[in-house]
């Protein structure tokens, strides 16, 4: 099961080929999905031989072979993890049960909600990137970006391929419907608020790649619980495949702040506008933008307070995070769970049923891990004897969504009024102004080995080829 | 070496790299990756080695190796902010155990073309690999230098022959040997090893003699055309008969010909990449009487026949040894060819060597010849219903593809 059929004309290891109108009417999408990458994927790349990971197989040791590829030859596929003999539904009502194979009559439209908004998210980061190439920092980063564009492209046959195969025409409309929708569009846009924002510059794709793709992590590593065992098989590869876009954002960040940190240690200096000056981001502007991306991406967790979350766990839908580590009843029957709540202008906490604040539980577990990540880019600056230390802002700073909605709150977690707000939110949030001096910086560097002037080079290159190597070759 | 066979080859996770994504420790088939707040960990004492969490590694963490006397426990692993320094000699630290960093990386950079490193032939002779390093090169005699290019030829390319006396220096068809240049560069630090590939055979430039023979052009301008003395080139190219050279290597254990009789070699190159070209084709001369079989099909460009090394001698070639297809690219009295002009030309003579399994291609010289040779083979492949994106992929894990350019 854990070989590739690459003879097919869509490689899969779900033997695709003995379920003809499955096959069919992939096959049929297949052309669809070629467009719109024609028309909404990297623009002006399409003669670009990238030399990209593949899959060849989902064991160890063939699911990363490099190559030179053009991108629309990619071999976009339906992987799925190895089946778990006698894998059993975790958690929930269910908890016990074997998983199910097929989708149970009274789930059907909860799941394909969650499998659309889930899929959504796929191609809707590929439109936000589009035009990033043009203004790459070197051929290494230019490749990096292009292998994250062919993975969310996969992620979306990911999703395509459970929408198809286990939801009827329901599926196959909602399978159009996610190549028809377009990121940012007024009359069609993407559907969640984060997938509608523009990523315009490459430190807003790194701080992407490293916030935004990490909810995606945590999001699919809690399908990955799922009772339901193709969704579980599909997340658990998706996962192994997202962590190299972990890796983008977070080492293209710390490279950011290594160049910066060196340039403020050669010119003995501090100070953002002689740094803007040197060509180099300035760390306060770095803060800026991640207070940014934490907050937009906090509110994709949803309410502190959800029973659309408690229904999907009971229903044994959508698990927790690391789910089955866990050491409890799985049911959350009378646990308890932590939540803010804001009482006269002071945020306090209050225990409610642990049932109800899954989405909480997910986003606590996710910012627990995006301020390790944190603590490691913290290293560079000490390391260089560079006073200043990055921080993430409370989770109340600037949401939108949730118990914090129409609040202001400081970045340490204070409720303040409209006019402080208004005073003091340029320190906190990217202005125009940071914006257009991160944009200034965004020329093109594609001579092997060269890299642009704010960003340092990677500690190594990928899959043991020197950083000069070129990593993508122009047609 | 000695004392590097001792040491432990102990597997470690870089934590400056590693981004905690606990790939590794869900791949490990036996447990032996853990962690904690800090640090993904290697259990030294239950790591087979079996390699399963290098390739899924997103980062290259954990494609680090030390060699040491006595492992590193996990508390120390648990307790780094980087690797610590490698303390190892050398010639232990990489993983091939032979080859230094400065061959590692001009090797790199020569075989970018295909991919990174690949398999040899499945038949090559097994190769020696740096019996002399760069600390402890040997001292070879300069046996003689000849100029191979016309005396009215714009290039000075050469034919050397180093004789190894009594000191062993074997050496195959495809394989290089690093020169080192003496004295120092501006900055007061001794010249980079320079590799230059046999263009002998492996029984040596004169058979039963203990020699090899180089081809080497004269380095006067760079790439930009602009004038730049090449440090080993003029080195080498002034050297006289008699002349002592230190040399380190052999180097290369990838781009070596097949041993097996029915072999076919399809040779493309252009100037001095032709070394291993007649380096083989010299070997497949000499055993002619054997009559092992197997095609031979050389595509060579220059840019006029004045300067093309070796152009009298390939000319005397036997035609039933093999079929030379000469490209140039300036000469008076013909259109403008290059080499992969010549190979559109035997378009139907390489789509069927490339239909049979038992054809291995080779490829040296200038980096500007890959893109145009690769679209050629494209495009033979194309008009024979061959897939070439396929054929090249396959061909490259079973030893078949080689590419070394510059």
């Known amino acids: 099961m854990s070989g590739i059929d690459y003879s097919e004309r869509i490689p899969n ?92 009559g009274e789930y059907r439209s909860t799941l394909r909600r969650i499998i659309v908004t889930q899929g959504d998210t796929e191609p809707a980061s590929v439109e936000q990137q589009r035009h990033l190439g043009l203004t790459c920092p070197s051929l290494y980063d230019l490749r990096n ?28 409309e909602e399978g159009e419907a996610l190549l028809e929708r377009r990121s940012g569009d007024a009359d069609n846009p993407r559907i969640l608020t984060a997938f509608n924002e523009k990523t315009p510059d490459w430190l807003s794709f790194f701080m992407f790649t490293f916030i935004t793709d990490r909810d995606g992590k945590y999001q699919l590593a809690a399908l990955a619980e799922s009772g339901f065992d193709p969704l579980s098989r599909t997340c658990r590869f998706m996962l192994t495949e997202e962590a190299h876009h972990l890796f983008v954002g977070e080492s293209g960040i710390a490279r950011i702040i290594q160049r910066t940190c060196d340039v403020m240690n050669q010119h003995k200096t501090d100070d953002p506008a002689k740094l803007r000056g040197l060509g180099v981001i300035d760390l306060p502007t770095l803060q800026r933008y991640l207070n940014f991306h934490f907050s937009v991406t906090s509110d994709l967790y949803g309410s502190e307070i959800s029973s659309n979350a408690a229904s999907f766990y009971t229903q044994g839908l959508k698990g927790r995070f690391d789910e089955t580590k866990i050491g409890d009843d799985h049911r959350l029957e009378a646990a308890e769970y932590e939540v803010p709540d804001v009482v006269e202008d002071r945020i306090v906490a209050r225990h409610v049923p642990a049932l109800t604040a899954l989405n909480e539980r997910l986003r606590d577990d996710w910012t627990a891990d995006v301020q390790k990540a944190i603590d490691r880019w913290n290293r560079v600056p000490e390391k260089a004897g560079v006073p200043f230390r ?41 202005s125009e102004d940071d914006r257009a001096f991160v944009h200034s910086l965004m020329g093109r560097v594609t001579e092997p080995g060269k890299f642009a002037n704010w960003i340092a080079p990677p500690l190594s290159g990928i899959n043991k080829q020197p950083v000069g190597f070129e990593y993508v070759r122009f047609g | 070496m000695q004392q590097a066979s001792e040491l432990i080859r102990q597997h470690l996770i870089d934590p400056e790299i590693c981004i905690r994504c606990n790939t590794c420790e869900e791949t490990c088939p036996i447990d032996a990756i853990t962690h904690d707040e800090r640090n993904y960990v290697v259990l030294p004492d239950k790591c087979d080695n079996c390699g399963d969490c290098i390739a899924p590694c997103p980062t290259g963490a954990i494609d680090s190796w030390r060699r040491v006397a006595q492992a590193y426990t996990l508390a120390e692993q648990f307790s780094w902010d980087s690797l610590p320094p490698d303390s190892a000699p050398p010639d232990a630290q990489s993983a091939d155990g032979d080859v230094p960093p400065e061959v590692a990386r001009l090797t790199q950079v020569a075989n970018q073309g295909q991919g990174g490193a690949a398999p040899p032939p499945w038949s090559a002779a097994h190769p020696y690999i740096g019996l002399y390093s760069i600390a402890k090169p040997v001292l070879a005699t300069v046996a003689g230098n000849y100029r191979l290019t016309a005396e009215d030829a714009s290039s000075d390319i050469r034919h050397i022959v180093l004789d190894f006396g009594r000191s062993a220096f ?9 020169v080192l240049v003496p004295g120092v560069d501006a900055k007061g630090r001794p010249h980079h090893m320079r590799l230059y590939s046999t263009a002998s055979p492996r029984n040596g430039e004169r058979p039963g003699y203990n020699n090899v023979a180089l081809t080497v052009k004269r ?35 990838s781009f070596l010909m097949p041993n097996h009789p029915g072999a076919n070699l399809i040779m493309i190159c252009t100037g001095t990449g032709s070394a291993p070209m007649r380096a083989m084709t010299e070997r497949r001369r000499r055993r002619m009487a054997l009559k092992e079989g197997g ?59 490339l239909g049979d399994d038992n054809t291995f291609v080779y490829l040296c010289g200038h980096k500007q010849m890959e893109s145009g040779v690769d679209a050629a083979f494209e495009e033979i492949c194309a008009a024979h219903s061959l897939d070439w994106s396929a054929l090249r992929n396959d061909m490259r894990s079973s030893g078949r593809y080689h590419v070394e350019t510059y």
Request: glycine share 10%.
């Open chain 1, 13 to 104: 290891n779900v033997e695709l080929s003995s379920n003809k109108s499955l096959q069919r009417a992939l096959e049929h999408w297949q052309p669809e999905y070629l467009k719109w990458w024609g028309e909404m994927g990297p623009e002006k790349s399409q003669t670009m031989d990238v030399y990209l990971r593949t899959a060849i197989s989902v064991d160890p040791k063939g699911w990363a072979h490099y190559d030179y590829v053009k991108m629309p030859d990619y071999r976009w596929g339906i992987f799925l993890a190895p089946a778990e003999a006698g894998r059993h539904v975790n958690f929930g009502v269910h908890k016990g049960e074997a998983a199910w194979q097929e989708v149970p």
């Open chain 2, 219 to 253: 380095v006067t301008a760079d790439r930009g055309g602009a004038p730049v003395r090449g440090v080993a080139s003029n080195y080498l190219c002034d050297l006289q008969r008699g002349d002592k050279v230190n040399i380190a290597g052999p180097y290369g254990a």
């Open chain 1, 390 to 430: 990055f921080k993430l802002p409370h989770k109340g700073f600037h949401r939108r969504i949730g118990l914090f909605t129409g609040l202001h709150v400081s970045p340490e977690g204070k409720v303040i009024s409209e006019a402080e707000w208004t005073r003091k939110h340029k320190d906190w949030l990217p």
């Open chain 2, 170 to 178: 074997p050496v195959l068809e495809g394989q290089s040997l690093g």
């Open chain 1, 145 to 172: 970006l292009f292998q994250v564009n062919v993975e969310e492209g996969r992620h979306l046959w990911a999703m395509v391929y459970l929408l198809h195969a286990y939801f009827g025409r329901d599926g196959r």
């Open chain 2, 295 to 353: 095609e031979n099909l050389l595509f060579f460009g220059a840019r006029t026949p004045g300067e093309l090394p070796y152009f009298g001698p390939l000319m005397k070639l036997p035609r039933e040894l093999i079929d030379v297809q000469l490209a140039f690219s300036r000469d008076a009295e013909r259109p403008k060819e290059y080499v992969q002009d010549r190979m559109r030309a035997r378009s139907d003579a390489v789509a069927r060597l």
